[in-house]
Nanobody, 126 residues
Framework: QVQLVESGGGLVQAGGSLRLSCAAS????????MGWFRQAPGKEREFVAA????????DYADSVRGRFTISRDNAKNTVYLQMNSLKPEDTAVYYC???????????????????WGQGTQVTVSS
């Protein structure tokens, strides 16, 4: 069992930065690939970034590649999402998720993620 708690969301102007954190409890964090997803009002939840359980492999949606960086600290049971050059279209609720059955890789598919956090709001003003 993994419990996930996101933090770090807020209101920022376009061009600004935020760093999201996701603290995990439970014994499977270091064996789980982790992902960040987001959902804007009226839209489906979409993949943002993922990182393998070792941290050696990362994957990004095209819309955020080059602006966002995912990382993890297995000693602290925490995954991060550094978001730079934020745009109004990045406004959404951001969720972290854990995928315990992906082995050493990453995944973009929501159905591969076993555990989800409650989400944190990110609002980017123009």
């Amino acid at each position: 069992q993994v419990q996930l708690v996101e933090s770090g969301g807020g209101l920022v102007q376009a061009g600004g930065s935020l760093r999201l954190s996701c603290a995990a409890s439970g014994r499977t964090f270091s064996r789980s690939a982790m992902g960040w997803f987001r959902q804007a009002p009226g839209k489906e939840r979409e993949f943002v970034a993922a990182i393998s359980r070792s941290g050696g492999t990362t994957d990004y949606a095209d819309s955020v590649r080059g602006r966002f960086t995912i990382s993890r600290d297995n000693a602290k049971n925490t995954v991060y999402l550094q978001m730079n050059s934020l745009k109004p279209e990045d406004t959404a609720v951001y969720y972290c998720a854990a995928a315990s059955q992906t082995g050493w890789g990453t995944t973009r598919r929501t159905y591969n993620y076993d555990y989800w956090g409650q989400g944190t709001q990110v609002t980017v003003s123009s």
